[in-house]
């Protein structure tokens, strides 16, 4: 994919900068990690880039960003008030019907119980 199909799904404010990610696209793994080493997201660049180069497909990536969404959003059980919860139970619970929805595919594909296990992320 070239750089400028990528480029109008970004949003900026986030902790790292739009042209970052834009440069970043084309390199390899080994440059990502060190270009965002001190990024929050490093550890799951490195346990989602390693599963591509092992596994050969992004479903371990899309694995480790559902386990960092999810890992974020407990922090809105400490707020006793606010929309914070009322967008983490949603978010939430559009994980847990995505999940339901991956597991009930990988079914009827006739997937090993294995092979699906590796492909769920963690629950809340």
């Known amino acids: 994919m070239d750089t ?3 480029e109008p799904y970004l949003i900026d404010g986030g902790y790292i900068k739009r042209e970052d990610l834009t440069q970043t696209f084309v390199l390899p793994l080994d ?3 060190q ?11 490195e346990r989602g880039g390693n599963a591509i180069e092992k596994e050969g497909s992004m ?3 899309e694995r480790e960003i559902d386990n960092y969404i999810v890992n974020f959003l407990r922090l809105a059980k400490y707020f006793t008030f606010g929309l914070e919860i009322v967008i983490a139970y949603a978010i939430l619970r559009q994980n ?3 999940t339901l929805r991956l597991i009930l595919a990988s079914k009827e594909k006739g997937l090993a119980p294995e092979v699906i296990k590796e492909r769920i992320p963690d629950a809340y």
């Open 4 to 6: 400028r199909t990528f």
């Open 31 to 33: 440059e990502v990690l």
């Open 35 to 45: 270009r965002f080493q001190f990024s929050p997201y490093r550890s799951l660049l």
């Open 59 to 61: 479903v371990g990536l």
């Open 96 to 98: 847990e019907i995505k």
